[in-house]
């Protein structure tokens, strides 16, 4: 059904009576998994870093002769990464008449029976608007494409999605091809040897629903396997037994079909920008103009990925 744009009022928004049903998704995995709208740490930048490094490979032939001089010096490389704060800025303005119009129901069918259960309209319509700025950091944190504006007329900032941020251990079907175990694994063995998927509770697959069911039956139904669960974050995931181990797959409704995610949910975690006096993501009334009541909702949001090397992704499915 169609939203309402601009003010809410009792022309648009008609109350009528019975149970109040939702219809749309409510379900944030990947946010809510990595700490949700209220998790995370403060960056006092709209600009975030951290650094990773790594270690040479061992060596079974590096053994010294009694006596020798020391060896040549070496030293390890630290090497920076980044991603930015997005602006989520959204708008309630609900009419005074609106608001105190509690009783008035649509239409006149003498078998509307029951109450009207929104009492109080300002109140639902900003507790729909911050599911729907959830929904909306949920999609950018998987698949937001970067911008770092130079100025005010270069467009807004928009955060790194983890998708767009694994750049490494990458696998692409030439031409678009059936999911597989043997796929899924030759990614995974990617992502590990280069040091990524090592933690048990972290290690996760993230899926749609078309991808979901070929993994099910890649894993559990093809091969026998008892399925099971486990909660990461609030998030309840399906678990699957690999040759890497025990591994999540959550289904994310914002994946697209044709890709998988192999991600360390140790790596992630939100980044916000605190704003003095309001906090990181917040309410406040906005000036009177008229008789309605107006307020927005305001935050700045990021996406700390880590170490990209420890991700990865598949693409070209069919």
Same mark, same amino acid.
């Given at each position: 059904?169609?939203?309402?744009?601009?003010?809410?009022?009792?022309?648009?928004?008609?109350?009528?009576?019975?149970?109040?049903?939702?219809?749309?998704?409510?379900?944030?995995?990947f946010?809510?998994?990595?700490?949700?709208?209220?998790?995370?740490?403060?960056?006092?930048?709209?600009?975030?870093?951290?650094?990773?490094?790594?270690?040479?490979?061992?060596?079974?032939?590096?053994?010294?002769? $009694?006596?020798?001089?020391?060896?040549?010096?070496?030293?390890?490389?630290?090497?920076?990464?980044?991603?930015?704060?997005?602006?989520h800025?959204?708008?309630?303005?609900?009419?005074?008449?609106?608001?105190?119009?509690?009783?008035?129901?649509?239409?006149?069918?003498?078998?509307?029976?029951?109450?009207?259960?929104?009492?109080d309209?300002?109140?639902?319509?900003i507790?729909?608007?911050?599911?729907?700025?959830?929904?909306d950091?949920?999609?950018?944190?998987?698949?937001?494409?970067?911008?770092?504006?130079?100025?005010?007329?270069?467009?807004?900032?928009?955060?790194?999605?983890?998708l767009?941020?694994?750049t490494?251990?990458?696998?692409?079907?030439?031409?678009?091809?059936?999911?597989?175990?043997?796929?899924?694994?030759?990614?995974?063995?990617?992502?590990?040897?280069?040091?990524?998927?090592? $933690?048990?509770?972290?290690?996760?697959?993230?899926?749609?629903?078309?991808q979901?069911?070929?993994?099910?039956?890649?894993?559990?139904?093809?091969?026998?396997?008892?399925?099971?669960?486990?909660?990461?974050?609030?998030?309840?995931?399906?678990?699957i $037994?690999t040759?890497?181990g025990?591994?999540?797959?959550?289904?994310?409704?914002?994946?697209p079909?044709?890709?998988?995610?192999?991600?360390?949910?140790?790596?992630?975690?939100?980044?916000?920008?605190?704003?003095?006096?309001?906090?990181?993501?917040?309410?406040?009334?906005?000036?009177?103009?008229?008789?309605?009541d107006?307020a927005?909702?305001?935050? $700045?949001?990021?996406?700390?990925y880590?170490?990209?090397?420890?991700?990865?992704?598949?693409?070209?499915?069919?």
């Amino acid at each position: 059904m169609p939203g309402i744009t601009g003010m809410v009022t009792s022309y648009d928004c008609p109350n009528f009576v019975g149970e109040l049903f939702g219809i749309s998704r409510e379900d944030t995995p990947f946010l809510s998994a990595i700490g949700g709208l209220t998790g995370g740490e403060n960056t006092g930048s709209t600009i975030f870093t951290w650094q990773s490094y790594d270690l040479r490979a061992g060596q079974d032939d590096r053994q010294r002769a $009694e006596g020798d001089d020391a060896p040549a010096a070496e030293g390890r490389k630290r090497v920076p990464g980044s991603n930015v704060l997005e602006i989520h800025q959204e708008q309630v303005a609900v009419s005074y008449t609106k608001q105190g119009a509690t009783r008035q129901i649509s239409g006149s069918d003498p078998m509307q029976s029951g109450n009207q259960p929104v009492t109080d309209e300002l109140t639902w319509q900003i507790a729909q608007e911050i599911k729907q700025i959830a929904r909306d950091v949920n999609k950018s944190f998987l698949t937001g494409t970067y911008n770092l504006p130079t100025d005010i007329d270069d467009g807004v900032r928009r955060t790194r999605g983890i998708l767009q941020a694994v750049t490494t251990n990458v696998v692409t079907n030439a031409t678009p091809a059936d999911l597989t175990s043997e796929m899924v694994l030759d990614v995974m063995q990617l992502a590990f040897e280069n040091g990524g998927l090592r $933690e048990t509770e972290t290690r996760t697959i993230i899926t749609g629903a078309k991808q979901k069911r070929k993994l099910t039956k890649a894993f559990i139904s093809d091969k026998g396997y008892k399925e099971e669960t486990r909660n990461v974050g609030g998030v309840n995931l399906q678990v699957i $037994e690999t040759d890497f181990g025990r591994c999540n797959i959550m289904l994310e409704p914002d994946m697209p079909d044709d890709q998988l995610a192999f991600v360390s949910l140790e790596e992630c975690a939100p980044r916000f920008l605190e704003i003095p006096g309001k906090g990181h993501f917040f309410l406040e009334s906005l000036a009177k103009t008229g008789a309605s009541d107006k307020a927005q909702l305001y935050g $700045e949001i990021g996406l700390k990925y880590g170490n990209q090397r420890k991700h990865a992704k598949l693409t070209g499915l069919k």
